[in-house]
């Protein structure tokens, strides 16, 4: 289970609609929790993979993760995932993102279609690799 | 000794430890040294083919060692090594 305040969803709904017709993405800052991982913040990055090729890919370079983890640290968090976005394409995760992942990590894909969010969904990669699972993402609305 | 700072996705494969001591002369045998220990970390850090995955970045003292002399770099006693993620993915094929 990972529970994001809707405030922040937004958040990460609207860097994918910003970053449209290209992929957008971040960190999620935050801590684990029993069955799950809460989510606090976001850090919103740039993509990093080469520039005509980010409608489809998105990069996050180390010297990014340093500086989250510095963030994270500073703040009494942890990086608990990643976000990004799928322009026009289902928020599932590619071959390549699971060639790419990391494990632990929550992985929280929006499809974006013509600039408008469409749905979050957030993914764990299987201890052997093979494939992600999904993770039910709970909205932390107060009351 | 030498330290390997392990990132939050490793964590559950070193016991929760976020820095492990090592031994070893370079690089390569730092991180053989952390996987005879944490033996299921080896699928997350290695290809089938053995190579370091192309997302597992190691920093020796702040350096990329793909910067320096990669496996081949030789590590001193209080050096520190960090294992630091990039990401990457995506949706269409094209």
Do not use: C
Request: glycine content about 8%; proline content about 7%.
């Amino acid at each position: 289970m990972l529970t994001i305040p809707p405030n922040i969803l937004r958040s990460i709904q609207s860097h994918g609609e910003a970053a449209y017709p290209n992929e957008g993405a971040g960190l999620l800052l935050g801590q684990a929790a029993e069955g799950g991982k809460n989510v606090v913040d976001i850090l919103p990055l740039a993509n990093e993979w080469e520039a005509g090729e980010q409608y489809h890919r998105y990069m996050l370079t180390p010297q990014d993760m340093l500086r989250g983890e510095t963030e994270a640290a500073r703040r009494g968090l942890d990086i608990i995932g990643i976000f990004h976005s799928h322009p026009d394409h289902p928020a599932e995760p590619s071959n390549m993102d699971r060639d790419w992942a990391w494990p632990w990590f929550s992985y929280v894909i929006t499809s974006v279609h013509q600039a408008h969010a469409v749905i979050s969904r957030s993914w764990l990669l299987r201890e052997d690799r093979s494939a992600f699972d999904e993770e039910a993402i709970q909205d932390a609305s107060p009351g | 000794m030498t330290t390997i700072r392990i990132p939050t996705p490793l964590r559950p494969y070193t016991n929760s430890q976020a820095e492990v001591p090592v031994t070893g002369a370079t690089v390569g045998d730092a991180l053989s040294d952390l996987t005879r220990q944490y033996p299921n970390l080896k699928q997350h850090l290695y290809n089938d083919g053995g190579q370091l995955r192309a997302f597992v970045n190691i920093f020796l003292n702040d350096e990329d060692i793909r910067h320096i002399r990669g496996a081949d770099t030789p590590v001193q006693e209080r050096d520190r090594l960090m294992i630091v993620p990039s990401i990457a993915g995506g949706g269409r094929l094209a």
